[in-house]
């Protein structure tokens, strides 16, 4: 027995890899993901990068893959719409060394913009899925994973979930596996994906799925555990573990492959059982291919697609139990909020000021959203904001967007934004963007990107020059201003959304939480001199609130010195001071 350690989800999938012998790993940071590539780098023998998007790091793990080293890539569920490109061909082409994406989906939607499931993703593109419902497993199915896409010449999707992500469980260390590199051999019938070649590679494709299909019947991941034939339950991953606490006397198919199923095994088990439930989160995958198949059985008739399960839910879907629970306490609400001293804020006030709309993108600068800074109006995805804006002028023409702006991300921009001003550029727009450039990729927590000048093990590397990459695209108008700066920036604002081309603000400040930028300020109220005006509040900092008396307090633990609170202040109620 090896050594054991309490691990999250993530970690575990990690460690999984190391011990596979993986060799390359590509991800592009997304929660719930991210911490796979941030404990993976401290492996040796692995090399490990942040891509600038989902679809290169799928590209760069196929590149690994053909060479004939196994390969790992990592992303959230909606990156994967961003991969799917490569995805679906590499379906068709098969592997070398064993190529594994891990696609890390969000029920409940804690940090995404749509609960989509990627288990719908794989099917269409052909390819089977793994998924582990415990730290434990995590590990173990990730090392499985690597086997079955070698085995069958395919890649292989191993889906989490965020619960499975961020929660701990125990896990059994291994030594790792001396994988010997595979001989890459010139096969372009196999490798290079034109109409004739690909026609022949599909009839492939359906010949895998039906052989993994049968042989799923066997595997071990797809465990029949009979108690009580009452109620038979087939499901997979965390709900699992709800099925276990909810109902520990019913008879339960755990699939731990979940596309191609094992048809044979599922009828088996089917015909043993009173009456049969399939329990799966988001859609229902599973039980429409079982209700194909002339099955009768309960799933969504009695739970719903949206949102993470419970022990509970289930306990009153199937059992029929009502379970009371304690009184949440009666807390005031605490809505996502952008952190003390954060340069957005100070972008957002001045947008705010001149009631100039904003198209957003994906960051935690998507909470300009709400009030009272209200400056951001539309997010899509990726990359969007841009295009967004772009769109917006063909329809309507440069005068509506006069008071329209795009506001992106450093990092975002640099994913799939410069496509995006390159089309603005090349299809002569007129609109502005402003790159909001806090130095890091803030959100999923402050990962390194390509203009950071930093690889994910923290090695110096060429720091791209933003100001260099738009006037590279042909944007003839690029300017810089301190993000604190708000005189400055007001004024640039002013002038580029009236310019008669593209133009491009890059608002700069590195982010509050960054342990590179410590601050030596502070502020504090002069209760003497406040007006009681309330110019100050309508930033939204947290570290401000409203005394009884009309005046304002400033919480000084919290307060990062950024001096914006001060600017906003006519009557010099606000001062700084050093600490």
């Known amino acids: 027995m090896g050594e054991k350690k309490i691990m999250l989800g993530n970690e575990a999938i990690a460690r999984g890899a190391y011990e596979a012998g993986v060799k390359v790993s590509s991800a592009y940071p997304g929660t719930p993901s991210t911490e796979i590539s941030e404990n993976i780098v401290n492996y040796d023998g692995i090399y490990a990068e942040w891509s600038p998007n989902e679809k290169v790091a799928m590209e760069v793990a196929i590149g690994a893959s053909m060479a004939g080293v196994r390969a790992l890539c990592s992303m959230k569920m909606v990156g994967v719409n961003v991969a799917s490109d490569p995805l679906y061909t590499i379906s068709y082409s098969g592997v070398n060394g064993g190529l594994v994406l891990v696609a890390a989906d969000d029920p409940g939607l804690y940090s995404s913009q749509n609960e989509q499931d990627s288990r719908c993703v794989a099917r269409v593109a052909q390819v089977p899925v793994l998924e582990p419902s415990d730290s434990g497993e995590a590990k173990e199915f990730t090392k499985l994973a690597f086997e079955l896409s070698e085995k069958y010449d395919c890649p292989i999707m191993l889906r989490t979930t965020t619960r499975l992500a961020h929660s701990q469980g125990v896990v059994e260390l291994e030594d790792r596996m001396d994988v010997a590199d595979k001989e890459y051999t010139r096969d372009i019938a196999k490798y290079v994906m034109m109409p004739a070649n690909a026609k022949k590679r599909h009839v492939v494709v359906e010949k895998r799925l039906k052989d993994m299909a049968e042989d799923a019947c066997s595997m071990p991941i797809n465990k029949v555990e ?15 573990l709800y099925v276990k606490e909810a ?16 048809k044979k095994l599922i009828e088996e088990f089917v015909a043993n059982v009173d009456e049969l439930y399939i329990i799966e989160e988001l859609e229902p995958l599973i039980e429409e291919q079982v209700k194909s198949w002339g099955i009768k059985c309960h799933g969504k008739d009695i739970l719903t697609v949206q949102g993470e399960y419970s022990a509970n839910m289930l306990r ?19 809505p996502p909020i952008l952190c003390p001293g954060c340069p957005h804020r100070s972008t957002f006030s001045v947008l705010n000021e001149l009631k100039i709309h904003g198209a957003g993108d994906i960051g935690c600068y998507t909470l300009g959203a709400l009030a009272p800074l209200s400056a951001i109006d539309t997010t899509v995805c990726m990359g969007s904001s841009i295009s967004t804006l772009h769109g917006m002028e063909k329809a309507k023409g440069k005068d509506y967007i006069k008071n329209w702006v795009a506001v992106i991300g450093d990092s975002t921009f640099l994913h799939t934004g410069v496509n995006s001003l390159m089309n603005m550029v090349y299809n002569k727009s007129t609109g502005t963007v402003i790159i909001v450039d806090n130095s890091t990729t803030g959100m999923t927590g402050h990962q390194d990107h390509a203009a950071t000048g930093k690889t994910l093990s923290g090695e110096a590397t060429y720091q791209i020059d933003l100001v260099e990459l738009c006037k590279a695209l042909g944007v003839k108008r690029v300017s810089v201003v301190n993000a604190f700066d708000t005189e400055k920036l007001k004024a640039t604002i002013k002038e580029e959304v009236n310019t008669e081309e593209v133009s491009v603000i890059i608002s700069q400040a590195p ?4 342990k590179s930028n410590v601050s030596h300020k502070k502020c504090k109220a002069v209760p003497d001199k406040c007006k009681k005006c309330g110019m100050c509040l309508k930033m939204g900092c947290p570290a401000i609130t409203k005394k009884e008396d009309g005046t304002i307090s400033i919480d000084d633990t919290m307060c990062n010195g950024c001096g914006l609170c001060s600017q906003k202040c006519k009557f010099e109620a606000i001062e700084s001071y050093d600490i």
């Open 226 to 240: 009979y108690n009580d034939k009452k109620i038979g339950v087939i499901t997979s991953g965390i709900p699992y």
């Open 247 to 262: 109902v520990p006397t019913a008879s339960v198919l755990k699939l731990g492959l979940v596309h191609p199923l094992p």
């Open 316 to 334: 009153k879907a199937i059992l029929g139990m009502e379970v009371k629970t304690d009184e949440p306490a009666d807390v005031p609400a605490r």
């Open 511 to 514: 982010c509050a939480l960054l």
